[in-house]
């Protein structure tokens, strides 16, 4: 259980920033920077703590000078170790030095120095026989400009492993997608080309876009999503909009292209004389084999009706993968209600029973329905307390009273009740036929 957060580095934090200082002297280990340095970096760089009430209990400093950043300070009391708060500390203070447009951050730590998980877990290299650590920005501070026009980010690089459940999903997109793409040079010694675009498909809410963000994060490329309803009212039109676009995307070394709902934009063409939307499709159709030839990049579509693509979308050629995204499983949902229960009650929940009541929901659902339950339970935890004493103190005074420290299960039975399923019986029953006649995995 966790009862810990990041937040910025104030300047009552420090003697806080001391006590951890000396906590690392007391424990032998000699911190490379002098504290003099770490003080005066947590004043004009970047600093971040984990405070547990009005405690600090760990902190990281960081400097950055034109493209190389360094990780000043990272320290956490003993008693505090091995709950990932290292790991935590490094990306928030990573975070805030991301619009440096760093190329390399890097960490010199003292020999004597033997905790480095939190660095290895962060994805840092150890150099040579020094404990010096060395990460590479996979984004190129000239490009930064160019992702910046394109509404592209980087994201977070932990969205991968916050993915909860939809183990089948991950590992499927792991080996297939993210394998290949990240190791290159070991994929082409066995003949193995990456892929450059892929689909995928599946019911409203399943987690389509997530997975497309996930991907990016995993192999730390930049995210841009291309909207096709913005783009419509571009003086190009949309088809030359779209071919501007790409031809920005080609700037970047590296990419992770979305376009959700490409049904949009890709759907059957039929009629005569040939629509608007067919001349967009058809540059779509052109846009794809020049996107496959530039290496360092993948497109991504996401789709929920599958059968409204047009037949020469998904042909052989265009997309290696055609993916299906669907309902989560029985271990699925028990991760999902496990990450979105509160820590404090869900020892107490029975998570069997909401497992067992939530088949058919979908990702979107279980967390909508978690979300109400925890809502009602506050809302009845304020105010029926606040009317069973005949006063209007319920707010000020809060829920102390009534004994109650979160949702319980019955509150997440009756929101799970009251939520309406985004996938009916027969589009999933749809979807299971699509998997067989159109997925290709």
């Not at 490409?262 to 794809?288: C, F, H, M, Y």
Request: aromatic share 8%; charged share 25%; hydrophobic share 45%.
């Amino acid at each position: 259980m966790s009862n810990w957060r990041i937040r910025d580095f104030h300047s009552s934090d420090l003697d806080g920033i001391l006590h951890l200082w000396e906590s690392l002297k007391a424990d032998g280990v000699e911190p490379v920077y002098a504290l003099s340095e770490v003080l005066a970096s947590c004043e004009k760089d970047h600093a971040v703590v984990a405070v547990q009430g009005e405690q600090v209990v760990g902190a990281a400093v960081g400097r950055a000078a034109h493209d190389q950043g360094w990780i000043v300070f990272l320290a956490t009391l003993t008693e505090f170790r091995g709950r990932g708060i290292g790991t935590s500390l490094l990306s928030a203070v990573e975070n805030r030095m991301a619009p440096h447009g760093l190329n390399k951050l890097s960490a010199l730590m003292p020999e004597t120095e033997t905790r480095v998980e939190a660095f290895l877990g962060r994805g840092f290299v150890v150099k040579k026989n020094l404990r010096y650590f060395e990460r590479t920005i996979p984004v190129q501070r000239q490009e930064l400009g160019a992702l910046g026009l394109l509404g592209g980010r980087i994201l977070a690089r932990d969205l991968w492993e916050n993915v909860a459940g939809m183990r089948r999903e991950k590992e499927l997109l792991e080996r297939r997608l993210v394998l290949p793409l990240a190791e290159a040079d070991l994929a082409d010694e066995y003949g193995v080309v990456p892929p450059r675009a892929v689909v995928l498909f599946g019911p409203p809410g399943t987690g389509k876009t997530t997975f497309a963000k996930a991907i990016a994060s995993r192999l730390e490329w930049p995210f841009v999503e291309v909207f096709p309803s913005r783009l419509a009212s571009d003086p190009k039109g949309l088809a030359g909009a779209l071919r501007e676009t790409f031809l920005e995307i080609a700037e970047l070394e590296h990419a992770v292209v979305f376009i959700d709902e490409v049904e949009e934009i890709a759907s059957q063409r039929a009629g005569d004389p040939p629509s608007p939307l067919q001349g967009v499709t058809n540059e779509l159709l052109k846009i794809i084999p020049a996107f496959r030839e530039q290496p360092g990049r993948l497109l991504v579509c996401a789709t929920n009706f599958i059968r409204a693509l047009d037949t020469a979308f998904l042909r052989h050629g265009r997309f290696d993968y055609v993916i299906p995204i669907g309902l989560p499983d029985v271990h699925a949902r028990e991760a999902m209600w496990q990450r979105f229960i509160p820590a404090a009650v869900v020892d107490s929940v029975d998570i069997a029973q909401l497992v067992d009541r939530t088949e058919g929901f979908s990702p979107a659902d279980i967390e909508f329905a978690a979300r109400s339950a925890s809502q009602r339970a506050l809302e009845k935890a304020v105010y029926d307390d606040d009317a069973a004493s005949g006063g209007s103190a319920g707010l000020a005074s809060g829920a102390g009273s009534t004994g109650r420290k979160g949702p319980e299960t019955q509150d997440y039975l009756d929101a799970i009740a009251d939520t309406r399923t985004t996938v009916s019986p027969e589009v999933h029953q749809d979807f299971l036929e699509d998997i067989d006649v159109l997925g290709r995995v």
